[in-house]
C-alpha cells in the first residue's frame, strides 16, 4: 500500500510557473512508474507526465512536452512536476499516481489512468490569462 499526497499547486498568470511535489509514504524508489494526471471540468483525466523510477525515463503528453518536467527525490520519496510557460488550457486538478505492478516499466510510456492503482487527492492549478 501507498498513500500519495500531492502539494504545490496555486493560482498564476499565463507565462507562469509553479512546481508540484507527489509525496510517497514509502516508495517510489525502485521499479516504479509514477505519473502525474489533470483533469478539468468536464473532462476525462489524462496523462501529463510519468518517470520510472529505477531508470529515470521520463514521458510526456505532447501538450506538455517541453514545458513540464517531472523529476525524483528518491532521499525524500518524492516526485516532482516542474510546469513552465504555463497556459489557461493548463487549469485542471492535478493528481499524482503510481503504477507498482511488474507490468508498470512497459506500461509507464503510456500513461493510461487504468493502469494505476494509488492516487492522491489532488492539487488544483489555475492560469489566468
Known amino acids: 500500500q501507498v498513500q500519495l499526497a500531492e502539494s504545490g499547486g496555486g493560482s498564476v498568470q499565463a507565462g507562469g510557473s509553479l512546481r508540484l511535489s507527489c509525496a510517497g509514504s514509502r516508495f517510489i524508489s525502485t521499479n516504479r512508474c509514477v505519473a502525474w494526471f489533470r483533469q478539468a471540468p468536464g473532462k476525462e483525466r489524462e496523462g501529463v507526465a510519468g518517470i520510472y523510477t529505477r531508470t529515470t525515463g521520463t514521458y510526456y503528453a505532447d501538450s506538455v512536452k517541453g514545458r513540464f518536467t517531472i523529476s525524483q527525490d528518491n532521499t525524500k520519496n518524492t516526485v516532482y512536476l516542474q510546469m513552465s510557460s504555463l497556459k489557461p488550457e493548463d487549469t485542471a486538478m492535478y493528481y499524482c499516481?503510481?503504477?507498482?505492478?511488474?507490468?508498470?516499466?512497459?506500461?509507464?510510456?503510456?500513461?493510461?489512468?487504468?493502469?494505476?492503482?494509488?492516487w492522491g487527492q489532488g492539487t488544483q492549478v489555475t492560469v489566468s490569462s
Open positions: 499516481a503510481a503504477d507498482l505492478s511488474y507490468l508498470s516499466f512497459s506500461r509507464c510510456p503510456n500513461l493510461r489512468k487504468a493502469d494505476f492503482d494509488y
